[in-house]
Nanobody
Framework: EVQLQAFGGGLVQAGGSLRISCKASGFSLFTFDEYDIGWFRQVPGKEREGVSC????????YDALFVKGRFTLTSDNAESTVYLQMNALKPEDTAVYYC?????????????????????WGQGTKVTVSS
């Protein structure tokens, strides 16, 4: 069973940067680079929203409009880890950030950075941006 562990969240001032990570493990039939990986975020009282997504089949990332130009998703296949580099952070970026994955045959990345059909979820890492 694939397991995801998100970490690296913390407190940062507005305008600052933070990198969060998502390490995957537990692969059996398939390898890490066959999985689409997405980052989501959620604040209390609101629905979880897609932030950024990596399509394994095309090696393309898709970002939500509200993070374009500020957040960058990268992947290290050797470490089975994806990173979300967050720059120019705003107070409205405050949320719990979750990573999720699905084998590329069972899901896909939407143009707005949402992973469709996630099967595995990490536990979330909290990012707080102070004004």
């Amino acid at each position: 069973e694939v397991q995801l562990q998100a970490f690296g969240g913390g407190l940062v001032q507005a305008g600052g940067s933070l990198r969060i990570s998502c390490k995957a493990s537990g692969f059996s039939l398939f390898t890490f680079d066959e999985y689409d990986i997405g980052w989501f975020r959620q604040v209390p009282g609101k629905e979880r929203e897609g932030v950024s997504c990596l399509s394994s089949s095309t090696d393309t990332t898709y970002d939500a409009l509200f993070v374009k130009g500020r957040f960058t998703l990268t992947s290290d296949n050797a470490e089975s880890t994806v990173y979300l580099q967050m720059n120019a952070l705003k107070p409205e970026d405050t949320a719990v950030y979750y990573c999720a994955s699905v084998h590329f045959t069972g899901g896909f990345c939407s143009d707005n950075g949402t992973l469709i059909g996630p099967e595995h979820w990490g536990q979330g890492t909290k990012v707080t941006v102070s004004s």
